[in-house]
Protein backbone atom coordinates (compact mmCIF):
# COMPACT_ATOMS: atom_id res chain seq x y z
CA UNK A 1 0.00 0.00 0.00
CA UNK A 2 3.19 2.05 0.43
CA UNK A 3 4.33 2.10 -3.19
CA UNK A 4 0.57 2.78 -3.61
CA UNK A 5 0.32 6.11 -1.53
CA UNK A 6 3.87 6.76 -2.73
CA UNK A 7 2.89 7.13 -6.53
CA UNK A 8 -0.13 8.62 -6.21
CA UNK A 9 2.04 11.40 -4.70
CA UNK A 10 3.95 11.55 -7.09
CA UNK A 11 1.35 11.52 -10.22
CA UNK A 12 -0.64 14.82 -8.54
CA UNK A 13 2.67 17.13 -7.32
CA UNK A 14 1.28 19.64 -9.34
CA UNK A 15 -1.41 19.87 -6.27
CA UNK A 16 0.97 19.58 -3.60
CA UNK A 17 3.95 21.74 -4.84
CA UNK A 18 4.37 25.16 -3.44
CA UNK A 19 1.87 24.24 -1.00
CA UNK A 20 2.41 21.37 0.88
CA UNK A 21 6.02 20.25 2.13
CA UNK A 22 5.89 16.31 2.15
CA UNK A 23 7.59 14.50 4.59
CA UNK A 24 7.85 10.29 4.94
CA UNK A 25 8.19 9.22 8.52
CA UNK A 26 10.15 5.62 7.93
CA UNK A 27 8.53 4.23 12.28
CA UNK A 28 11.31 1.01 11.74
CA UNK A 29 14.13 2.54 9.60
CA UNK A 30 14.91 5.98 11.07
CA UNK A 31 16.45 7.19 14.59
CA UNK A 32 13.16 8.78 16.37
CA UNK A 33 10.63 7.59 13.31
CA UNK A 34 8.53 5.61 16.05
CA UNK A 35 8.53 8.67 18.84
CA UNK A 36 7.48 10.90 15.74
CA UNK A 37 4.67 8.94 14.52
CA UNK A 38 3.11 8.18 17.88
CA UNK A 39 3.34 11.88 18.48
CA UNK A 40 1.89 12.57 15.15
CA UNK A 41 -0.84 10.32 15.57
CA UNK A 42 -1.69 10.68 19.13
CA UNK A 43 -1.18 7.21 20.61
CA UNK A 44 -3.91 5.55 17.91
CA UNK A 45 -2.61 2.80 15.49
CA UNK A 46 -4.19 3.46 12.54
CA UNK A 47 -2.89 1.61 9.88
CA UNK A 48 0.51 2.15 7.37
CA UNK A 49 0.24 4.31 5.26
CA UNK A 50 -0.83 6.81 7.44
CA UNK A 51 -0.90 10.45 6.36
CA UNK A 52 -2.07 14.18 8.53
CA UNK A 53 -2.20 17.84 7.48
CA UNK A 54 -0.76 19.80 9.40
CA UNK A 55 -1.35 24.04 9.09
CA UNK A 56 1.99 25.95 9.56
CA UNK A 57 2.16 26.34 13.52
CA UNK A 58 2.06 22.42 13.51
CA UNK A 59 -1.82 22.19 14.15
CA UNK A 60 -3.56 19.28 12.63
CA UNK A 61 -5.89 19.63 10.06
CA UNK A 62 -7.16 16.23 8.90
CA UNK A 63 -5.58 12.81 8.93
CA UNK A 64 -6.25 9.07 6.98
CA UNK A 65 -7.93 7.75 9.53
CA UNK A 66 -11.01 10.95 9.07
CA UNK A 67 -10.43 10.58 5.23
CA UNK A 68 -11.07 6.79 5.39
CA UNK A 69 -14.14 7.38 7.37
CA UNK A 70 -15.69 10.12 5.51
CA UNK A 71 -14.87 8.30 1.86
CA UNK A 72 -14.35 4.87 2.77
CA UNK A 73 -12.14 4.85 -0.43
CA UNK A 74 -8.21 3.52 -0.17
CA UNK A 75 -6.14 4.76 -2.73
CA UNK A 76 -5.82 1.86 -4.91
CA UNK A 77 -9.90 1.40 -5.11
CA UNK A 78 -9.81 4.94 -6.34
CA UNK A 79 -7.15 4.43 -8.71
CA UNK A 80 -6.76 0.67 -9.35
CA UNK A 81 -3.72 -1.27 -7.83
CA UNK A 82 -1.83 -0.91 -10.82
CA UNK A 83 -0.04 2.48 -9.35
Known amino acids: ?3 VLEQFLKSN ?3 FKGEYVI ?3 D ?3 MEMGEAVATRLRKGREDGDPWMVILDADG ?3 ID ?3 IFLRDS ?3 SELYG ?3
Open 1 to 3: MCR
Open 13 to 15: DRL
Open 23 to 25: AKI
Open 27 to 29: RSG
Open 59 to 61: ARQ
Open 64 to 66: SQV
Open 73 to 75: ALP
Open 81 to 83: ESL
